[in-house]
């Protein structure tokens, strides 16, 4: 079974102005003369982490990471009391990443893309498919309306009570159908005293259920206030607006990428992102490599998932397009 490759640290990086006072950090790291591909993390409102880098041979990529709008190293951060996440929306990091490639001198990429980042990936390719070499997914997530209720508004909740009587503590009044618009009310609210507890109980949620067992340490670095702040505004603003897609927009464009090799991996016990929104997507794309983990959550360095993304990249390295 395949595992890290070892750990490695940029040898460039930098912060890009991408329009509406907005930058965003990215970073290199591998081999300058390498394939470039591209990680998108989750979230939305996640960040860029060394272990992200470690997924790709570096004697044969030239990895790229970046924070997305708002988050990490980004600038202005959503986490700030009157954070305005008026231009951050899937368009406006879809752009993003072509000015990124740009500023890189990039033609084509592979993009690579779990949970969150695997709807950014599909939105990407869909609006660029010339500029992408391969996609490898994982965790698939495309912000229907069916997938945002099973895990916030009460289904999912039935498989940690424990921890969704957390979360739905923070808004008493709300009721299925409602915690995210509740969760908006709380999470924008400028007094610390108001949103900073709310973000980390929706941090907390999410990172209590992305594991197959308990992860006290992932939940912890979720948990973090400023970090669990940002991620869940941003979360929160792309959820109450569906992405800005239209429902199954995802999944109907598909067949626009049936000519880009693609790599999909879910795991069997993602409650986060349910298997079958995977299965769907495999369906629109018969010639995919499709890959169900048997014994899987959500994240991707579960082993078996780990395993099933490095076997991909290691398989691409070798492809030239």
Same mark, same amino acid.
């Given at each position: 079974?395949?595992?890290?490759?070892?750990?490695?640290?940029?040898?460039?990086?930098?912060?890009?102005?991408?329009?509406?006072?907005?930058?965003?950090?990215? $970073?290199?790291?591998?081999?300058?003369?390498?394939?470039?591909?591209?990680?998108?993390?989750?979230?939305?409102?996640?960040?860029?982490?060394?272990?992200?880098?470690?997924?790709?041979?570096? $004697?044969?990529?030239?990895?790229?990471?970046?924070?997305?709008?708002?988050?990490?190293?980004?600038?202005?951060?959503?986490?700030?009391?009157?954070?305005?996440?008026?231009?951050?929306?899937?368009?406006?990091?879809?752009?993003?990443?072509?000015?990124?490639?740009?500023?890189?001198?990039?033609?084509?990429?592979?993009?690579?893309?779990?949970?969150?980042?695997?709807?950014?990936?599909?939105?990407?390719?869909?609006?660029?498919?010339?500029?992408?070499?391969?996609?490898?997914?994982?965790?698939?997530?495309?912000?229907?309306?069916?997938?945002?209720?099973?895990?916030?508004?009460?289904?999912?909740?039935?498989?940690?009570?424990?921890?969704?009587?957390?979360?739905?503590?923070?808004?008493?009044?709300?009721?299925?159908?409602?915690?995210?618009?509740?969760?908006?009310?709380?999470?924008?609210?400028?007094?610390?005293?108001?949103?900073?507890?709310?973000?980390?109980?929706?941090?907390?949620?999410?990172?209590?259920?992305?594991?197959?067992?308990?992860?006290?340490?992932?939940?912890?670095?979720?948990?973090?206030?400023?970090?669990?702040?940002?991620?869940?505004?941003?979360?929160?603003?792309?959820?109450?607006?569906?992405?800005?897609? $239209?429902?199954?927009?995802?999944?109907?464009?598909?067949?626009?990428?049936?000519?880009?090799?693609?790599?999909?991996?879910?795991?069997?016990?993602?409650?986060?992102?349910?298997?079958?929104?995977?299965?769907?997507?495999?369906? $629109?794309?018969?010639?995919?490599?499709?890959?169900?983990?048997?014994?899987?959550?959500?994240?991707?360095?579960?082993?078996?998932?780990?395993?099933?993304?490095?076997?991909?990249?290691?398989?691409?390295?070798?492809?030239?397009?």
């Amino acid at each position: 079974m395949r595992t890290f490759y070892p750990e490695l640290e940029p040898y460039d990086r930098g912060n890009l102005e991408v329009g509406d006072g907005q930058t965003i950090y990215w $970073e290199t790291s591998g081999n300058p003369q390498g394939k470039p591909a591209v990680y998108l993390h989750g979230g939305p409102g996640g960040t860029s982490t060394p272990n992200q880098r470690r997924v790709f041979d570096p $004697e044969l990529y030239r990895i790229i990471l970046l924070d997305q709008r708002g988050t990490g190293r980004s600038t202005p951060h959503a986490s700030e009391p009157h954070a305005d996440l008026a231009a951050n929306t899937t368009w406006h990091l879809v752009s993003d990443l072509e000015k990124l490639r740009e500023h890189l001198g990039i033609d084509r990429w592979q993009v690579f893309g779990g949970s969150w980042g695997s709807a950014l990936a599909l939105a990407y390719a869909q609006t660029h498919p010339d500029r992408v070499t391969e996609l490898v997914l994982r965790g698939i997530f495309t912000l229907r309306e069916s997938e945002l209720f099973w895990f916030y508004e009460g289904p999912a909740g039935q498989l940690f009570p424990e921890v969704w009587s957390q979360f739905v503590a923070q808004v008493p009044d709300a009721v299925p159908g409602g915690y995210r618009a509740a969760y908006h009310e709380r999470l924008f609210n400028p007094d610390p005293a108001v949103h900073t507890p709310a973000g980390v109980a929706w941090a907390t949620w999410e990172a209590s259920a992305i594991t197959l067992l308990p992860r006290p340490d992932v939940v912890a670095t979720f948990a973090e206030p400023k970090h669990a702040v940002a991620f869940a505004r941003i979360e929160n603003h792309y959820f109450q607006n569906q992405g800005w897609f $239209e429902d199954r927009q995802l999944l109907r464009d598909a067949h626009m990428l049936r000519d880009i090799p693609t790599v999909i991996v879910q795991g069997r016990y993602d409650v986060c992102t349910p298997p079958v929104t995977a299965w769907e997507l495999s369906r $629109e794309l018969p010639d995919a490599q499709f890959t169900i983990v048997p014994d899987a959550g959500h994240a991707f360095d579960e082993p078996g998932i780990l395993s099933a993304l490095i076997e991909a990249t290691d398989r691409f390295a070798q492809v030239t397009r």
